[in-house]
């Protein structure tokens, strides 16, 4: 099967059993500061499986898309992707465990045809020190399905990894107990670490076992956590059934979730019995690269490994520009210029010199068009970032080639050295190392370099955490009239650029606006000045801003603004500056806004605009205050 079939069949196995589908969120997390990106199916989810109602109902189904940095460096692998979509069910204070796990082990067994056989499962020992008690009603359940398919399924006691290693799977065991580390979930980690008012619970894993052979390396003994290769989580229930009280004691909730979570690509990777994540899930791009490169995937070692980080790296970058995401050098456009650099590192080492990635695109794009049929909307857009990303990274490489000498004095190169081969030139660390060695340099600080680098990015990462929900830092008064000012600029820059200008990004805290646009050109000082009038015009006729809910379609035939790659859901909440019928602006938007216009003039402030630059090939940005 396919990744569109399995998609399809577990949507509608769940669709049958009363659960609204819902669409996939955006890459871009929208009322998430703390992170960067959508890195799980349950992060958009969080507000309802805390107690908000969901628009849908207690039955919920998705198929979400989501992006992981930290397997960056992990990518060239068997298994680790950097984009991945996560097959959720949800129950929201609806059915339990004893509905949960009998529905995917049918959904897996019957309507997949897994081999139970091949099926082994985790569940939660129990904290005693936190008085939580093992979760042997879960087991008891995985009993009973083993058994009704013939099988006589024992369960065991493992505990931590290394005691995993330690004793190892013994004759007719399959359901095994863990410890908290393993089979407990909160946002906040183990049972100790969660604050008082946090929920939590109990979860149950599911693994597909390939069969393969024990590599001792990884410990002595084969479980299902170890990491050899031969065991592959495909799936997760998380039993959110407790909250933790002040006193640091645990009560049951009054209104208990199931939050499940199974990886669409590993799912696949059981079905087809390939332990390659890459030759199963990214096949048609590996066919272009085959044929760019003139080599086969898989003939040559060597080879494999540069193949998929290439194959990996694209369709993730493919993904999130759709969502919006632009390379740069902030923020998570530098995730995306990190794809597309690193996996042009890769493409050389294929023997692909040439600007070939934009072909890239409409593969992914044909692969994705059921589910997501944005890609094939916005292929042109697209080809177009990749491709001047590339052009740009070749013509770096090739000027930091004629510098790197400069760069490696006396036989040795600092961690300065380094870092600033790979900020300023875009060097890749691997391929520094690679000419260093060519070159006889035989020291380098790359300990320092990755000091460097961590500082660098936590100072990136620490301005996006202080975004709120729509680019807002907070909440405050301030905030609030310049998140009004930037629905008003947003506008002005339409009337005074053109009707093809859009939103690209923002940033908004109680001190400024920032607006990222797209726009080929610098702006006159005339066309600022235009801009900034005719803001301030509208701020001086006290405009009502009027917020109404409506359907996604009658939004968009309004004209309503909307941010590029995002996705909303069927109503919509929108914001107009004036009525909806009649309006100066109107905008997508979950607010908070001023209820009129004057409001921004308080204390006789107006709205200016203090810089304007360039953000990247295409976009502009604009900073301005209300003084």
Not at 84 to 107: A, C, H, R, T
């Amino acid at each position: 099967m396919t990744l569109n079939e399995v998609r399809t069949k577990y949507l509608k196995f769940y669709e049958a059993r009363g659960h609204a589908i819902i669409p996939s969120s955006s890459l871009v997390p929208q009322n998430d500061p703390t992170t960067l990106f959508t890195g799980s199916g349950m992060q958009p989810m969080v507000p309802y499986l805390l107690g908000k109602d969901h628009p849908e109902g207690s039955r919920i189904v998705d198929s979400q898309k989501a992006f992981r940095t930290d397997d960056i460096e992990e990518v060239g692998d068997n298994r680790h992707t950097t984009l991945f979509e996560m097959l959720g069910n949800w129950s929201l204070g609806d059915y339990f465990k004893d509905e949960q796990l009998p529905w995917v082990f049918e959904f897996l067994t019957d309507e997949l045809g897994l081999d139970p056989k091949h099926l082994y499962v985790t569940a939660f020992l129990g904290d005693e020190k936190n008085n939580l008690p093992r979760d042997t009603e879960s087991v008891e359940i995985w009993k009973r399905l083993f058994k009704e398919k013939g099988i006589d399924a024992k369960d065991a006691v493992i505990g931590s990894e290394a005691q995993g290693y330690e004793r190892g799977i013994k004759d007719g065991e399959r359901i095994f107990y863990y410890e908290a580390k393993k089979n407990w979930w909160s946002r906040a980690g183990v049972p100790e670490k969660m604050p008082a008012g946090e929920p939590g619970g109990p979860d149950s894993e599911i693994f597909f076992d390939f069969g393969t052979e024990h590599k001792p390396e990884f410990g002595e003994h084969c479980h299902p956590n170890c990491d050899c290769g031969r065991f592959l989580e495909i799936g997760n229930s998380v039993f959110m059934q407790y909250i933790k009280q002040p006193d640091g004691s645990f009560a049951l909730l009054p209104k208990q979730n199931v939050d499940f979570g199974g990886g669409l690509e590993r799912i696949v990777m059981a079905v087809t019995g390939s332990p390659d994540i890459i030759a199963v899930c990214h096949r048609p791009i590996l066919d272009y690269l085959e044929k760019a490169s003139g080599k086969k995937y898989g003939k040559n070692t060597a080879d494999i490994k540069s193949f998929r980080i290439v194959a990996d790296h694209m369709k993730a970058a493919v993904f999130l520009i759709a969502d919006g995401v632009l390379p740069s050098k902030n923020d998570q456009g530098y995730y995306v210029r990190r794809l597309i650099r690193r996996a042009v590192q890769h493409a050389d080492k294929l023997g692909i010199s040439e600007n070939v990635f934009a072909a890239i695109v409409r593969p992914v794009a044909d692969m994705y068009t059921e589910a997501y049929p944005e890609l094939t909307a916005k292929i042109e857009d697209i080809e177009k970032v990749i491709a001047e990303e590339e052009e740009q990274f070749r013509r770096s490489l090739a000027r930091g080639l004629k510098e790197f000498g400069r760069f490696a004095q006396n036989g040795n190169m600092s961690a300065n050295d380094v870092f600033q081969l790979v900020t300023t030139y875009g060097f890749p660390l691997e391929l520094i190392i690679e000419e260093a060695g060519e070159k006889g340099i035989k020291q380098i600080d790359t300990e320092g370099f990755k000091e460097l680098l961590k500082k660098h990015q936590d100072l990136s990462r620490s301005g996006s955490e202080q975004k709120f929900k729509g680019g807002l830092a907070d909440t405050e008064e301030k905030t609030v009239r310049l998140h009004t000012a930037h629905h008003l600029l947003l506008k002005a820059l339409q009337i005074v650029l053109g009707p093809e200008v859009h939103q690209r990004g923002s940033n908004i805290t109680q001190e400024r606006l920032r607006i990222d646009f797209n726009y080929g050109a610098k702006m006159t000082d005339e066309q600022k000045k235009e801009v900034e009038r005719i803001v301030n015009e509208k701020i001086q006729e006290d405009i009502t801003v009027v917020r109404t809910e409506m359907s996604k379609d009658e939004a968009e035939k309004l004209g309503a603004e909307h941010e590029f790659g995002a996705k909303y859901p069927d109503r919509v909440s929108i914001y107009s500056i004036g009525a909806v019928d009649h309006a100066f602006s109107i905008e997508f938007c979950g607010g908070p806004h001023v209820g009129h216009t004057g409001e921004l003039s308080i204390g006789g402030t107006h709205f200016k605009i203090l810089k304007e630059e360039a953000v990247s090939a295409g976009v502009r940005r604009i900073k301005a205050v209300l003084e």
